[in-house]
């Protein structure tokens, strides 16, 4: 590659059909994706080029089309064949898979899709790195905010402005998230993850519900917990839980485990990520080498 060329012009997408430079994929302005948000999404992490926790992710993937009456375009092998063959196309041994859904082409821009549109299946990657050094020894910092978004978050919709909207406020207070909090006061989900809290050894949670997204990963933790006795509990959280937590922590496919050390400037705990995380996040790469083994 050239000094002059672009590292975008070596990646490979997946558009409705083709695999082509990144550069050259091309979506119609009168996709009701680009018009109304009209689309659902899926990110699927890779380790050693296999999809991780595959069967979860294409689990949810098919949950959110129905959910938005998307018809889904391809059967369980063809998507696997797809995001396989958009992986081999790339260098990383880890990367992440971004992959979106939308209604598709309407000429005529109405709210009321037509009848008989075809899907739009659009997918990239990108090498997926370890989580950085520092904020393993010493967490991030979040801000709690009302949370503004939509009543169906349990689908993996691609409107994300109140998301990148509370991102942006959490910034602007000097933390590097936030965790949302509903209009009747209970902890729903960060801005782009789950929320789980240590209180007393044990793992606490909020319900799955139709205002929190089901996380793969999240799922995959409750999984490791269960492997090593350490209790894994459903139930309502509040500010007050989350303030009074020993341990706070955000989970999402590309980044697992998050350890939150301050919130809305207080210390989490003793301001360190905790024991109860420290075990867990070994016990989640120990989960990840068993997975990988079973392809080696």
Not at 34 to 43: A, C, K, N, P, S
Not at 86 to 97: G, S
Not at 143 to 154: K, N
Not at 164 to 177: H, N, P, S, T, Y
Request: charged share 20%; with cysteine.
């Amino acid at each position: 590659m050239s000094q002059n060329e672009s590292p975008v012009m070596q990646q490979i997408v997946y558009l409705n059909g083709e695999y082509l430079p990144m550069a050259d994929s091309k979506i119609s302005t009168q996709d009701r994706g680009f018009l109304f948000g009209d689309g659902i999404y899926e990110v699927i992490p890779v380790y050693q080029r296999k999809l991780f926790a595959w069967p979860e992710h294409l689990q949810r993937l098919k949950n959110s089309l129905q959910a938005v009456s998307i018809p889904n375009p391809l059967t369980d092998e063809e998507w696997l064949d797809l995001l396989t063959g958009l992986v081999k196309k790339h260098p990383w041994e880890n990367q992440f898979i971004y992959l979106q859904v939308t209604r598709g082409i309407q000429m005529q821009r109405d709210h009321m899709p037509a009848d008989c549109l075809h899907p739009t299946i659009y997918a990239y990657t990108n090498p997926l790195k370890p989580l950085d050094a520092k904020i393993l020894s010493h967490g991030i910092k979040v801000v709690s905010l009302e949370d503004i978004r939509w009543l169906r978050c349990d689908t993996k919709a691609i409107t994300l402005l109140p998301n990148v909207m509370m991102k942006l406020a959490a910034k602007q207070q000097g933390a590097d998230d936030a965790i949302l909090i509903s209009r009747d006061g209970k902890v729903t989900e960060g801005s782009a993850s789950n929320v789980v809290i240590v209180k007393e050894g044990k793992l606490l949670t909020p319900p799955n519900s139709q205002h929190i997204l089901p996380g793969v990963t999240r799922l995959v933790i409750e999984k490791v917990a269960n492997q090593h006795h350490i209790p894994f509990i459903e139930r309502e959280l509040s500010l007050a839980d989350l303030q009074t937590a020993d341990e706070i922590w955000l989970t999402s496919s590309t980044k697992e485990a998050v350890p939150v050390t301050q919130l809305d400037g207080k210390e989490v705990g003793d301001g360190r990520p905790g024991p109860v995380w420290q075990k867990l996040h070994q016990h989640y790469q120990d989960y990840k080498a068993e997975f990988i083994a079973q392809y080696t």
